[in-house]
């Protein structure tokens, strides 16, 4: 068994993040996991509380770099989103560069979802967010700039971050039986690091008949990639489930 440190970079009032990815990397066969946090602060989820966090971004790469983390996830989806397309491979890059020197693998939840996306070839998607309308409309055109094709987007309009938290599941699962699945190839059933998913990737897939995968498992796959370690997951969905085309 091989051991890897962790690092989150979270806002402040998210605790998903911090309680699903640890719950998700325990279940590998092959390795085991610390995980360290810096937190960033941010109650509200609005353009205006996302952009004073990201500016905190130094302080908490800096703080994580102390612990020497193997894989640093930039771990707020929408944050980075709502500045435009793009910015994922924009904040990877400048975080890189704040590392220099340094053995550590740079990801963000936004990054990790268009990788686990395309990793499954799925093009035609929907997805469920907890965003308020305007930045859920951002989080669509950022993913229509990848290349995907949003057939249907669900916004469940919570703005106070620590309620996204605890957005109750069958809440989550009705906003998914009201989109337009036809043709869909994925379903995002939780695009949010901070609205709980993880207990509802396996029954959505049983009920809808197509990959489902959540900000959570999909930023999983990316550090088991990241850290050249098999990203097979029982109970996760089929992301990390059997070989995908793209890793035979």
């Known amino acids: ?6 690092g989150l970079v979270v806002p402040s009032s ?8 640890p719950a998700l990397l325990a279940r590998h066969a092959e390795a085991t996991f610390s995980f360290h946090s810096s937190r960033m602060r941010m109650h509200q989820v609005s353009a205006e509380e996302l952009r004073a966090m990201n500016a905190q971004r130094e302080r908490c790469v800096d703080e994580l770099a102390d612990a020497g983390v193997d894989a640093l996830l930039y771990a ?3 944050a980075l989103m709502a500045q435009g397309p793009g910015e994922h491979r924009r904040t990877e890059a400048a975080v890189a560069r704040q590392l220099a020197g340094r053995k550590t693998a740079v990801l963000s939840s936004a990054g990790a979802l268009v990788e686990g996306l395309t990793a499954l070839g799925a093009r035609r ?9 305007p930045l859920a409309k951002q989080v669509v ?23 996204v938290g605890c957005i109750p599941g069958d809440r989550v699962m009705a906003a998914a039986r009201g989109l ?21 990737v396996a029954p959505a897939e049983a009920e809808f008949g197509l990959p489902v995968l959540s900000a959570a498992t999909a930023g999983a796959y990316a550090l088991l990639r990241s850290l050249g370690l098999p990203p097979r997951l029982p109970g996760a969905g089929r992301l990390l489930a059997a070989p995908l085309p793209s890793q035979l």
Request: charged content about 20%.
């Open 76 to 78: 707020c989806l929408v």
């Open 141 to 163: 055109g950022y993913l229509e700039a990848e290349g995907f094709e949003v057939l249907g987007w669900a916004a469940l309009e919570v703005g106070d971050n620590a309620e």
């Open 125 to 133: 998607i929907a997805l469920v967010t907890p965003y308020l309308r």
């Open 1 to 6: 068994m091989t051991s890897h440190r962790i």
């Open 180 to 200: 337009n699945l036809d043709g869909a190839d994925a379903l995002v059933i939780s695009a949010c690091v901070q609205m709980p998913s993880l207990d509802l």
């Open 14 to 21: 998210n605790v998903t993040v911090e309680t699903e990815i």
